[in-house]
């Protein structure tokens, strides 16, 4: 592949990174979605979070991408990418979207990465019903599982094809930019935590209007950056239209277990492989794709 077959392939992946993490921070999850929390239904509350006071500098100075007079979000996450680059770490992404009668939809991602395993689930709830995907690659296979509306299971097996699913960003990069997209974060001191210091960002916007997706308003972020360029967490809060109804959207990202993730080989893995391999032999020798009597967590 030339140098500028590389560069179009590498920015397709980055356009279709960003308009999944976009679906995922002001929509829903694409693939399935969240759940994080109770289930008894109980309102968000707008506080972004009980922390401690920030205090003024950060100490061994800013991150990648902040001063005190603003924030390069491109640099802040570009840096946090290769902090984590051939490391192993664990991303989360939770979404709760509340409106007046309490929870509608809870979504849940994580990507759990070492080297080149990387192991993401999907899992969206509403009400009584779910759907839920999750990818497994070891950098030389792959294989996916899939859980419908109606609960049916599918697998797919990758034996010579790895990778991680179209658009995901296993550092949790897109999501972050997608967060901070249109908010303007900016430096607000620093914390002492059980990992060291952070850097303290926060944001807000009055309303963010999107092509696709509704209205954002009282937009307010909360983002804390390790010495590393790592971010650690991000809290996003914003109002919503429900139809006619008002609703409350919070967003949590964290990264978490830096240097000690390990890739678990879920035991559908094989199932999926296996069935890629009867199938590369002809119909008549082969396993279905389709699984009915596995749990949905399998």
């Keep these: 592949m030339s140098r500028r077959d590389r560069g179009s392939a590498g920015r397709r992946r980055g356009a279709a990174a960003l308009a999944l993490a976009l679906l995922l ?34 100490r061994g100075g800013f991150p990648a991408g902040v001063d005190r007079g603003g924030v390069d979000v491109e640099r802040v996450i570009d840096a946090h990418r290769a902090a984590l680059a051939n490391g192993s770490w664990t991303v989360g992404f939770t979404r709760t979207v509340t409106g007046p009668n309490g929870t509608v939809e809870r979504s849940r991602a994580r990507v759990v990465a070492n080297g080149s395993r990387t192991l ?3 899992e969206r709830i509403r009400g009584d019903d ?9 950098g030389t296979a792959a294989a996916s599982r899939r859980v419908d509306w109606e609960g049916a299971v599918s697998l797919e097996g990758r ?18 930019y997608a967060a901070f997209l ?18 303290v960002l926060r944001g807000e916007a009055g309303r963010i209007e999107r092509s696709g997706v509704p209205d954002r308003t009282s937009v307010r972020l909360r983002a804390r950056v390790d010495a590393d360029g790592v971010v650690r967490s991000l809290t996003l809060r914003y109002e919503v239209f429900l139809g006619d109804d008002p609703g409350v959207v919070r967003i949590e990202l964290r990264t978490s277990a ?8 879920p035991g559908w893995v094989d199932r999926a492989l296996a069935n890629a ?13 389709t699984e009915t009597t596995d749990t949905p967590g399998g």
Excluded at 25 to 53: E, F, H, I, K, Y
Excluded at 159 to 176: S, Y
Excluded at 258 to 265: A, D, N, S
Excluded at 277 to 289: C, F, K, L, Q
Aim: hydrophobic letters at 30%; proline letters at 11%; glycine letters at 16%.
């Design 258 to 265: 830096v240097g000690t993730t390990t890739v678990p080989r």
């Design 25 to 58: 921070v002001s929509a829903g999850c694409a693939d399935a979605v969240t759940s994080g929390g109770d289930a008894s239904g109980r309102t968000v509350n707008p506080a972004l979070a009980d922390t401690p006071t920030a205090t003024p500098t950060p």
């Design 159 to 176: 034996p010579g094809e790895p990778g991680v699913p179209t658009g995901l960003d296993p550092t949790g990069g897109a999501w972050l």
């Design 277 to 289: 391999s009867a199938g590369a032999r002809g119909p008549d020798d082969g396993a279905g794709a």
């Design 120 to 122: 993401s689930t999907f």
């Design 130 to 138: 779910r759907l839920a995907s999750a990818h497994w690659s070891n």
């Design 182 to 199: 249109d908010v303007d974060p900016r430096y607000a001191g620093s914390e002492s935590t059980d990992n060291g210091t952070v850097t």
